[in-house]
Nanobody
Framework: VQLQASGGGLVQAGGSLRLSCAASGRTFSGRAVGWFRQAPGKEREFVATISRTGGTLSYADTVKGRFTIFRDNAKNMVYLQMNALKPEDTAVYYC????????????????????WGQGTLVTVSS
């Protein structure tokens, strides 16, 4: 199974995009799902994560107040609404599911996630 991110594109600074994360092969409604990003020449970094019920959220300080993560378990989808985009948000964005479906709350380290798929490129022009 893989999680496929989509919805990326080219946008001007200050603009918005909504990324979608879909699972193929199985549901991820029982797991926390996280968004991560990797800019050219940089390490993959945490962006946001949402618990399996959607009741617990966590954001990186760099996106807090601008990005919103939410999920629709009936549709087996997780979304990342990105507003007020900045050139420094340019990166390939990935979604992944927490390895452990029983962990309480959410985790932000990439090593705790699996089912990484191909990401989606977000380019923000100045």
């Amino acid at each position: 199974v893989q999680l496929q991110a989509s919805g990326g594109g080219l946008v001007q600074a200050g603009g918005s995009l909504r990324l979608s994360c879909a699972a193929s092969g199985r549901t991820f409604s029982g797991r926390a799902v996280g968004w991560f990003r990797q800019a050219p020449g940089k390490e993959r970094e945490f962006v946001a994560t949402i618990s399996r019920t959607g009741g617990t959220l966590s954001y990186a300080d760099t996106v807090k107040g601008r990005f919103t993560i939410f999920r629709d378990n009936a549709k087996n989808m997780v979304y990342l609404q990105m507003n007020a985009l900045k050139p420094e948000d340019t990166a390939v964005y990935y979604c992944a599911a927490d390895i452990n479906p029983y962990v309480p709350g959410v985790r932000t380290a990439a090593r705790n996630y699996e089912y990484w798929g191909q990401g989606t490129l977000v380019t923000v022009s100045s």
